[in-house]
């Protein structure tokens, strides 16, 4: 009789693994062993929010409710508008000011619709749990985005999602799910931007769905910083059209490429760099006292990723390698 309530246990363990996770208008999901190895959380618990933001309101967002379209028309999104989502990461919210930055920077220079996508909940989890939330975040984008068409008519591929560490592979799911046509229009976003796309659980081979590749978008371009070639935290593997990678000039400046608080956000800070209001280019010159600011003041070599008009015939893998200078004051700065 004692080996009854052990086969009924394990019934229910077989069960509570190999069985899908379904959550209403998101769909099912896959068994934790086709791609990560938890399921993902209830989205109530992710608590995923958007928030856009354009040149009429550029410091306080107008909420967004992908169920309830009134949200989007009574909002100050426009469909005339190129759309840039931009998505965080592990750990992390849209609440950390560089995204502030970025925010601000694209509508200084660019009239475009900025959207927030924060799901801190749901990434302040375990690594691993965090992970499995990012396939139903990236749902949750796609039927975001398939909301602004049926509100407003705005164009799929008039959508660029920027994400960065688990948000890029974030991205990826959504670019994905946009393209399903038994949940959504099956129409492709216009671009998708990784930044330090997140490494561990998403490298070495797995299935193209299981991570941001290159069918997730027409054009899906990579910035990395922070590879796994010297030590890094993130995705090395060519998964996009086009990919670009920071490099150290030599053996002696490798540690200052991985030490994991400055690996963390490099990339944004070379990414957000070229985007700069005419206050901007003042302080780039020094003309400022800030920490913050005479840091970001000598990254004026960094390559321009995210926020460039990237041509969308290009194609294989970019190098940069920043200067000696610009790493000093990058070490130093941290």
Not at 36 to 45: G, L
Not at 107 to 131: A, E, F, H, Q
Not at 247 to 263: A, N
Not at 298 to 305: E, N, P, S
Request: net charge positive.
């Amino acid at each position: 009789m004692a080996t009854l309530p052990r086969l009924l246990a394990f019934m229910g363990f077989i069960a509570a693994v190999w069985c899908n996770t379904c959550f209403d208008d998101l769909g099912c999901f896959d068994s934790p062993h086709d791609c990560h190895r938890m399921t993902p959380s209830n989205p109530a618990d992710i608590g995923t929010t958007f928030q856009v933001f354009t040149r009429d309101n550029p410091k306080i967002g107008d909420v967004l409710d992908r169920k309830n379209l009134d949200t989007i028309r009574g909002s100050r999104f426009s469909p005339s508008r190129e759309t840039k989502i931009f998505v965080h990461g592990w750990k992390d919210s849209m609440q950390w000011g560089s995204w502030e930055k970025f925010r601000d920077r694209f509508l200084d220079t660019y009239d475009v619709n900025v959207i927030y996508v924060d799901w801190s909940k749901g990434s302040g989890m375990g690594y691993l749990k965090s992970t499995a939330n990012t396939r139903v975040v990236g749902r949750e984008i796609a039927k975001l985005i398939e909301a602004f068409n049926a509100a407003t008519g705005a164009t799929f591929d008039s959508m660029h999602i920027i994400g960065h560490s688990l948000g890029a592979h974030t991205a990826g799911y959504a670019g994905e799910a946009c393209q399903d046509p038994t949940s959504n229009k099956g129409e492709a976003v216009g671009r998708i931007t990784g930044l330090d796309p997140a490494g561990p659980e998403f490298s070495g081979n797995l299935d193209n769905a299981c991570r941001l590749d290159r069918s997730d978008a027409p054009f899906v371009d990579i910035m990395h910083t922070d590879g796994e070639v010297v030590g890094g935290a993130g995705l090395m593997d060519q998964i996009s059209t086009l990919m670009a990678a920071r490099t150290c000039p030599d053996v002696r400046w490798s540690l200052r490429c991985v030490i994991i608080t400055e690996s963390r956000h490099s990339s944004w800070r070379a990414s957000r760099h070229h985007v700069r209001s005419p206050q901007r280019r003042r302080e780039r010159r020094g003309r400022t006292s800030k920490p913050d600011e005479r840091r970001d003041a000598r990254l004026r070599h960094a390559l321009i990723w995210a926020t460039r008009r990237t041509s969308t015939r290009g194609k294989g893998h970019s190098i940069w390698r920043p200067t000696q200078r610009v790493l000093t004051a990058r070490g130093k700065g941290g």
